[in-house]
């Protein structure tokens, strides 16, 4: 009902930025809050940070908070992701997920139904 598209991945130098655009469409309006998760080969996926979509609550994971910054435009309903003092502990495939419930802002996984294909990010060193 919420379809999601990456975009924006590539490879960079450590310390280094990138942004990351995840593009929405179809039922935009159920959606209470988007959120950026990574998963690395070999690990689980990792919740990176949470935004509500008509609001400007956000939370960020410990291990990115102060370096990446989501954001949104809810004209372009695109979600962003500046991921800013990049590492190589950094590298992994990004994805884009919506949620329409409320506890969602907590970072599980498991309250977002809608996932995009994700946008792999190297960092090297």
């Known amino acids: 009902q919420v379809q999601l598209v990456e975009s924006g991945g590539g490879l960079v130098q450590a310390g280094g930025s990138l942004r990351l655009s995840c593009a929405a469409s179809?039922?935009?309006?159920?959606?209470?809050?988007m959120g950026w998760f990574r998963q690395a080969p070999g690990k689980e996926r990792e919740f990176v940070a949470t935004i509500t979509w008509t609001g400007y609550s956000t939370y960020y994971a410990d291990s990115v908070a102060g370096r990446f910054t989501i954001s949104r435009d809810n004209v372009k309903n695109t979600l962003y992701l500046q991921m800013n003092s990049l590492k190589p502990e950094d590298t992994a495939v990004y994805y884009c997920?919506?949620?329409?419930?409320?506890?969602?802002?907590?970072?599980?996984?498991?309250?977002?139904?809608?996932w995009g294909q994700g946008t792999q990010v190297t960092v090297s060193s």
């Open positions: 179809g039922r935009t309006f159920s959606v209470y809050a």
């Open positions: 997920a919506a949620s329409g419930v409320i506890q969602s802002m907590r970072g599980s996984a498991a309250d977002f139904s809608s």
